[in-house]
């Protein structure tokens, strides 16, 4: 049984990973420094933990305003700001992180080792007796967890090659806080209780796919681009 449930609670993650993994098709990164990513992001559950409790505890406020509280600080912030420390304490100062898709690759490598532990959790010991919560969890949550790390890589990029420091540290910020404001609003979404919200929780969804594609086909085309650029010029 517990088998069963680590495997359902992996396999969203490792999907995703591998997807991006082949997407990289023109300046692949270097493996190690992927499963480098991949773990520290895993691990990066733990201090994450520890601050969610302390903030949990802080929660003082009552309806709807604690479960602002809890969607944008506790989870929003915390979980976004330690998956984000991974790629700029690993990959973000090296030498591999030399175009614009290697911050998408990098922040969704961080996120998807997080969302792994996070998945199982939840799937193998918190919620076990839920039949469903592997197959929601592996439609829903851990996409999401991909989705905001397509934006918190896409302004890191911005940042890495930014040609002047306002606009280097104005997209350092937005790597924070654009993916803790989506993260926020998609917790927020689940944890108010008003059906009105309720109702566009779907369209939200959609909408942060449709937005992060296009963030994601535009670096895979500007790896391309740099790709056959350099070709050229070598023949």
């Known amino acids: 049984m517990k088998t069963r449930l680590f495997i359902i609670a992996i396999v969203p993650a490792a999907i995703i990973v591998i997807g991006l993994y082949f997407s990289d098709r023109y300046d692949r990164e270097p493996f190690k420094m992927l499963f480098k990513t991949y773990v520290f992001g895993a691990l990066a559950v733990i201090p994450t933990i520890f601050v969610e409790e302390i903030l949990n505890a802080l929660n003082i ?78 439609i829903l949550s851990v996409p999401a967890h991909g ?49 009105q919200l309720t109702i566009i929780f779907l369209p939200y969804v959609i909408y942060l796919w449709w937005l992060n594609q296009k963030k994601l086909r535009t670096y895979l085309y500007d790896s391309k681009s740099r790709f056959l650029g350099e070709k050229k010029e070598r023949e």
Not at 87 to 99: G, I, Q, S
Not at 108 to 122: K, L, P, R, W
């Open 61 to 138: 406020f009552p309806g709807v305003v604690g479960s602002f509280y809890t969607a944008f600080i506790v989870a929003g912030f915390t979980e976004e700001y330690f998956k984000r420390l991974v790629v700029m304490k690993t990959a973000y100062n090296t030498e591999f992180f030399n175009e614009k898709l290697d911050g998408i690759v990098y922040a969704v490598f961080s996120s998807m080792g997080f969302a792994t532990v996070e998945n199982i959790i939840y799937v193998v010991y918190r919620f076990s007796y839920n039949p469903y919560i592997g197959l929601y969890r592996g």
């Open 147 to 195: 989705v905001f790390a397509v934006t918190m890589g896409y302004y890191l990029s911005l940042a890495k090659f930014a040609t002047n420091e306002e606009r280097r540290k104005s997209n350092l910020r937005k790597s924070l806080f654009m993916p803790m404001i989506f993260h926020g609003i998609y917790d927020f979404i689940l944890m108010a209780n008003l059906p």
